[in-house]
């Protein structure tokens, strides 16, 4: 099995084609996700472009919902992509209660998810006990809780078959470090979340190239 990035925004790194070239060089797959219906575009063109090395999530971020809303014209490029996202919810940008924008955009997405059968990269920060009772709603093909840090949350995930990503915070995190000794391995993936950057790693430090260091840190 080669090297996975299963979580970044190819279309919004600096030099993805560069990006591209790197990752197939070490044989690694990337999931590159989305946060609006114009970035959605932009990764399926890469996705289309590169069909060996990347793979491309649709959707509507939680910092867009009041932007730009999930709407029925995304369903195309969902039926398009390998998957759905990133969706979720975030009380930093918005409401998240029930009948807020975000949680509307999350059911919206989740029920596109289930009818199209596709998997669904899903983002919870602060909102960890809201995202999961909001899954519980449908059945999605298969659930990655990206850079999940709920900790009393694990063992309900793991129970439910989700996966989990960990990034480079890995290496310097102990909170991180905890889950992914705690986490089963066979649901423990690795990402970058490009163009995040990770100024305890070095100023410039960013990207799939990272992902090397990470499987290191998880072994």
């Known amino acids: 099995m080669g090297l996975v990035d299963a979580h970044l925004h190819l ?20 999931f590159s996700t989305s946060t609006d219906q114009m970035d959605s575009l932009s990764n399926l063109k890469l996705r289309d472009a ?18 730009t809303p ?42 596109a998810c289930e009818r199209k ?6 983002h919870s920060r602060g909102a960890e006990r809201q995202v999961l009772d909001a899954l519980t709603s449908f059945r999605v093909k298969s659930v990655l809780l990206h850079w999940f840090e709920g900790e009393e949350f694990l063992s309900e995930a793991s129970s439910r078959g989700y996966f989990i990503s960990l990034g480079p915070a890995l290496l310097y995190s102990k909170r991180l470090k905890r889950i992914a000794q705690r986490y089963p391995h ?24 990272l992902i090397p260091s990470v499987v290191f840190a998880l072994a």
């Open 117 to 122: 059968e596709k998997p669904v990269q899903v």
């Open 70 to 111: 999930f709407t029925e014209e995304l369903i195309p490029l969902i039926e398009r992509a390998d998957g759905v996202g990133e969706v979720g919810l975030d009380p930093k940008y918005s409401e998240i209660e029930s009948g807020s924008a975000q949680h509307r955009s999350l059911f919206a997405q989740l029920e």
């Open 11 to 30: 279309s919004t790194t600096t030099g993805a084609e560069e990006v591209v070239a790197m990752s197939r060089a070490m044989g690694m797959k990337l």
């Open 186 to 209: 066979e649901l423990a993936l690795t990402e970058s979340d490009a163009p995040v950057p990770y100024k305890p790693l070095g100023e410039s430090a960013t990207g799939p190239a």
């Open 50 to 67: 590169h069909p060996e090395t990347v793979s491309c999530f649709a959707g509507v971020h939680p910092s867009k919902v009041s932007i």
